[in-house]
């Protein structure tokens, strides 16, 4: 009996849990992904870094508006089913505590006429971002660092000169301390100065630490749902011929397998199942042995199995 799967090119890259089978992870460089993410961020840029550090952009306001440590990012909203519900950030949002349009021109009180995203330019060697926007047309560029837990930067660079001061609205009651550059100053509680003459400020953040830990939940499935999400790629309930044997009528019927290079007949029974789903290679259906399969003991949790066994039996 050919294995209880998904397509085999999704199997080599299969993660322990389901929750995490779409889970984008930083590997050698930063990642940058754009997507949709929560809390409403529709052009948002999910940025990681090497060590756990990330932070989300908005592309709309051109502002970082929250970060967390841990994992990246969970592409599953995105790829599963129709997709369109967006991702999930694998940590617990904490938030820099800037205002929804934080960069004012000219005047603090004054939101922007105008703010155009220009992308981002990104280093060659390490990957990490430069974001690049115009307020009113003044050119922006700016980065979003950490230098350890807790501790988070915001650099703004202003390439051309203009005769305008620049403001940037963040409440520092939220953070355990603010520290600003030299000659960036507190023009008011929660508006930040930056003269005219100053073409780089940066504004270094200490986080209050994390009042909760982050935990991953796992999606309550039934059992056909487990089979949709895992099977029917490569087996159907009505007869159609696919990758691997259908299972209509599957439970109880007599199934010739291959096992060591002997040839044998056995019943699908609910040892079966289970064989096949924890030991896939043990005993080949014939007539399917091209298209070997992976294990999914490391993919399915115990209840999970349990359900599909269940479902299974009903088929």
């Given at each position: 009996?050919?294995?209880?799967?998904?397509l085999?090119?999704?199997?080599i890259?299969?993660?322990p849990?389901?929750?995490?089978?779409?889970d984008?992870?930083v590997?050698?460089?930063?990642?940058?992904?754009r997507?949709?993410?929560?809390?409403?961020?529709?052009?948002?840029v999910a940025?990681?870094?090497?060590?756990g550090?990330n932070?989300?952009?908005?592309?709309?306001?051109?502002?970082?508006?929250?970060?967390?440590?841990?994992?990246?990012?969970?592409?599953?909203?995105?790829?599963?089913?129709?997709?369109?519900?967006?991702?999930?950030?694998?940590?617990?949002?904490?938030?820099l505590?800037?205002?929804?349009?934080?960069?004012r021109?000219?005047?603090?009180?004054?939101?922007?006429?105008?703010?155009?995203?220009n992308g981002y330019?990104?280093?060659v060697?390490?990957g990490?971002?430069t974001?690049?926007?115009?307020?009113?047309?003044?050119?922006?560029?700016?980065?979003?660092?950490?230098?350890?837990?807790d501790?988070?930067?915001?650099?703004?660079?202003?390439?051309?000169?203009?005769s305008?001061p620049?403001?940037?609205?963040?409440?520092?009651a939220?953070?355990?301390?603010?520290?600003?550059?030299?000659?960036?100053?507190?023009?008011?509680?929660g508006?930040?100065e930056?003269?005219?003459?100053?073409n780089?400020a940066?504004?270094?953040?200490?986080?209050?630490p994390?009042?909760?830990?982050?935990?991953?939940?796992?999606?309550d499935?039934?059992?056909?749902?487990?089979f949709?999400?895992?099977?029917?790629?490569?087996h159907?309930?009505?007869?159609?011929?696919?990758?691997?044997?259908?299972?209509?009528?599957?439970?109880?019927?007599?199934?010739?397998?291959?096992?060591?290079n002997?040839?044998?007949i056995?019943?699908?029974?609910?040892?079966?199942i289970r064989?096949?789903?924890?030991e896939?290679?043990?005993?080949?259906?014939?007539?399917?042995?091209?298209?070997?399969m992976?294990n999914?003991?490391a993919v399915?949790?115990?209840d999970?199995?349990?359900?599909?066994?269940e479902?299974m039996?009903?088929?």
């Amino acid at each position: 009996m050919r294995r209880l799967t998904l397509l085999s090119i999704l199997l080599i890259t299969a993660t322990p849990l389901w929750a995490q089978m779409h889970d984008v992870y930083v590997s050698d460089k930063v990642r940058v992904q754009r997507c949709k993410l929560d809390g409403g961020y529709s052009r948002a840029v999910a940025v990681g870094y090497l060590g756990g550090f990330n932070y989300a952009f908005d592309a709309v306001r051109c502002a970082p508006v929250y970060t967390w440590w841990g994992g990246y990012i969970d592409f599953s909203g995105e790829v599963t089913g129709r997709g369109g519900y967006g991702s999930k950030v694998l940590g617990i949002r904490r938030t820099l505590g800037a205002d929804a349009v934080p960069l004012r021109i000219g005047d603090a009180d004054t939101l922007p006429g105008n703010i155009e995203f220009n992308g981002y330019r990104r280093d060659v060697q390490s990957g990490e971002p430069t974001f690049l926007f115009e307020v009113d047309g003044v050119e922006v560029e700016q980065r979003v660092l950490s230098s350890g837990s807790d501790q988070v930067k915001i650099e703004l660079v202003f390439p051309e000169s203009y005769s305008s001061p620049r403001y940037y609205l963040l409440d520092p009651a939220v953070h355990a301390s603010v520290q600003l550059s030299d000659g960036v100053k507190w023009k008011r509680n929660g508006v930040i100065e930056i003269p005219a003459a100053i073409n780089k400020a940066t504004i270094d953040i200490r986080l209050q630490p994390a009042d909760k830990t982050f935990e991953r939940k796992l999606p309550d499935m039934n059992g056909e749902m487990v089979f949709k999400n895992f099977c029917n790629a490569c087996h159907s309930t009505d007869g159609t011929k696919l990758i691997g044997p259908g299972f209509q009528d599957l439970w109880g019927r007599e199934s010739t397998v291959t096992v060591n290079n002997l040839t044998k007949i056995v019943e699908v029974d609910e040892a079966y199942i289970r064989e096949s789903i924890n030991e896939p290679q043990l005993a080949i259906v014939q007539g399917y042995e091209q298209v070997p399969m992976a294990n999914f003991s490391a993919v399915l949790t115990e209840d999970q199995i349990n359900k599909l066994v269940e479902y299974m039996k009903g088929l």
